[in-house]
């Protein structure tokens, strides 16, 4: 009897092919958006399941207005953590850390290209002519940043939370400025830009 379930449910997939394809197709898609959202939920209601006290960890974010479009971070100010145990009696204790802090130079102090040569715990660079160039810790930190992604491009959201930190509020005009130094720099053509290229709405990319 089973045997003949099975045939009777392989004959009416081959005579109905669209019908039996829309089902499976919705059956499948179905299947797998559930998967996805029972993933996501268990993720989330792991969160802090970590600490003793998971039930009172808050995690503070922030919106930040960047040429008419807003960005939302999980940055605050520097005096926010210090202060804000202060102001709210609610607060018992708060923490924050600084991406500036973390460790920069992950793959090396130095680094050519071109003929070029950075040293970037010195922040100096040596053209190809010779030339050299005493860089502010900025651009140093910049330029090392999209050379750790090279040939990707990195958005300007990133370069704003890796370069500058949270508790600092750069227009995105100043990006442009330490890009267009790089340029006089290190390319031949600052016009027509070999290393480093702007993606119009999106960042900038470092390519070789």
Avoid at 139 to 160: D, G, H
Avoid at 192 to 205: A, D, E, I, L
Wanted: glycine share 6%.
């Amino acid at each position: 009897m089973i045997k003949n379930y099975f045939k009777t449910a392989w004959r009416n997939l081959v005579s109905n092919k669209a019908f039996s394809l829309i089902n499976i197709s919705g059956l499948a898609l179905g299947m797998i958006c559930s998967l996805l959202i029972t993933l996501w939920l268990k993720d989330e209601l792991l969160m802090d399941k970590f600490h003793a006290n998971d039930k009172r960890l808050y995690r503070v974010m922030e919106n930040q207005h960047y040429s008419g479009s807003i960005s939302t971070f999980p940055s605050t100010p520097g005096i926010l953590a210090e202060n804000i145990v202060k102001d709210i009696p609610e607060i018992k204790m708060a923490s924050q850390f600084l991406w500036e802090e973390q460790p920069l130079f992950t793959v090396g102090d130095t680094y050519d290209f071109g003929g070029h040569h950075v040293d970037f715990k010195a922040q100096e660079a040596k053209t190809l002519g010779g030339e050299k160039i005493q860089l502010s810790k900025k651009e140093a930190m910049l330029l090392k940043l999209l050379i750790e992604n090279k040939n990707e491009v990195v958005t300007r959201e990133k370069i704003l939370q890796s370069v500058w930190g949270y508790n600092v509020y750069p227009t995105t005009r100043t990006i442009d400025n330490f890009i267009l130094n790089f340029r006089k720099y290190f390319e031949e053509d600052s016009r027509n830009p070999k290393y480093f290229h702007s993606v119009r709405g999106v960042g900038y990319k470092y390519s070789e």
